[in-house]
């Protein structure tokens, strides 16, 4: 083969005058000195087009095209909170009836009182288990702020209410706020953070009680007078943060922290301060929950107490509605879900039997229904494709 015809010859380009012979008649290949009429690319001022030069591989767009933006996403729909809500006061309902017609004790005076202030305390707890996991850092230290919030207005109680609530309620505030700075600059997740504080607070009972419990001095005011006013204001706080929920800029506010794609991936300024603005009112929440048992217990301290009052929180928000995801949740399912879990407590304590292993085996079978409940409320709560491309 010539060096000639190793060449080879690409469209739009000319060949060297020397290459072939102009006598040659041309026979529409390109020999001779005419180029077929036919084709533009033989044309000496033909110019390739941009999209020619481009070399799109399949899957990919080429530059320049109109690109479709993403369907904006669906709305959250709310029935499947109402109707699981409604199911909830109907087994509450039932549930009451129950422990009425076996221990009717439990409804006396005394006893319904009781039962409105523990309701009340493990509201407030769940209150921050809710704000926590609402904004994609679940506080698994509540009990721990609970219990150290307790010991120490245990301590400095002497006869005068509001010296005797700065030291539980703001160490609890600032352990809240710590917590929040530490997941916020690390961007770490909130679980795990919070079992370091979870350590801290055992290592804090420990310290301040002597690992013994400390009993509340004489004369501290007895919640159960004020029982119902105490269910009342933590039940309608419950339900107000519950309505402020359903508002979209809001929820989405308050859960811009939630990973969306790559969980290590910040998700700016504004998330962080969110994250420790939720984990610093979790933490004052707990400390509040704390503080509300130690005096009506009459007794706190011991680092007993804080796992079961995590687990017992813990399976009200879930049983209530609240995705474990903590992208969704209702309005009253969690007071209602509390007064499930106090109901249970409370009737295994009047039977008579274990109360760790009837607090864990309530704690544990909430949970269980719980991430049950979470499965429903995650299929429920999106909207269907079909109902998208419908526009309903």
Avoid: K
Wanted: with cysteine; glycine share 14%.
């Amino acid at each position: 083969m010539s060096e000639d015809d190793s060449t080879v010859r690409l469209p739009g380009r000319r060949p060297e005058s020397s290459r072939y012979p102009d006598d040659l008649p041309d026979q529409g290949f390109g020999y001779g000195g005419d180029y077929p009429s036919d084709d533009p690319t033989f044309d000496p001022g033909y110019a390739t087009p941009e999209s020619d030069r481009t070399l799109t591989l399949p899957g990919q767009t080429p530059p320049g095209a109109l690109l479709t933006p993403p369907p904006p996403p669906a709305n959250d729909r709310l029935l499947v909170h109402v109707v699981w809500e409604l199911l909830l006061v109907v087994l509450v309902a039932a549930l009451a009836v129950f422990c009425w017609r076996v221990e009717p004790a439990m409804f006396h005076s005394v006893g319904l009182r009781l039962i409105a202030v523990q309701a009340a305390a493990l509201g407030l707890l769940a209150m921050a288990v809710s704000v926590s996991l609402r904004a994609g850092a679940p506080n698994l230290a509540v009990g721990a702020f609970a219990a150290v919030a307790g010991l120490l207005f245990a301590r400095a109680y002497e006869h005068n209410l509001p010296v005797a609530l700065i030291p539980g309620l703001g160490v609890a505030l600032v352990a809240g706020l710590a917590l929040g700075v530490v997941v916020a600059l690390l961007h770490v997740p909130g679980w795990a953070a919070s079992l370091v504080a979870l350590c801290g607070g055992l290592v804090a009972t420990t310290l301040i009680g002597h690992g013994s419990m400390v009993t509340v001095a004489d004369g501290a005011p007895d919640p159960r007078r004020w029982a119902y006013v105490w269910f009342i204001a933590v039940a309608a706080t419950s339900v107000l943060a519950g309505v402020f929920g359903l508002v979209r800029p809001l929820r989405r506010a308050i859960g811009a922290f939630r990973p969306v794609a790559d969980p290590a991936e910040r998700r700016g300024i504004g998330a962080a301060l969110m994250v420790v603005l939720a984990l610093t009112v979790s933490g004052g929440l707990a400390g509040l929950s704390g503080v509300l048992s130690a005096v009506q217990l009459r007794t706190a301290g011991g680092p007993g107490g804080m796992l079961p009052q995590l687990l017992l929180a813990l399976g009200a928000v879930l049983v209530g509605g609240v995705s474990a995801y903590g992208r969704r949740g209702g309005v009253f399912g969690t007071m209602l879900g509390v007064l499930a879990l106090v109901l249970a407590v409370q009737f295994g304590t009047m039977r008579g039997w274990s109360g760790p292993a009837t607090t864990f085996g309530v704690a544990g079978g909430a949970i269980v229904l719980g991430l049950v409940v979470t499965r429903l409320v995650e299929w429920g709560g999106r909207r269907r494709e079909n109902a998208r491309m419908l526009g309903v």
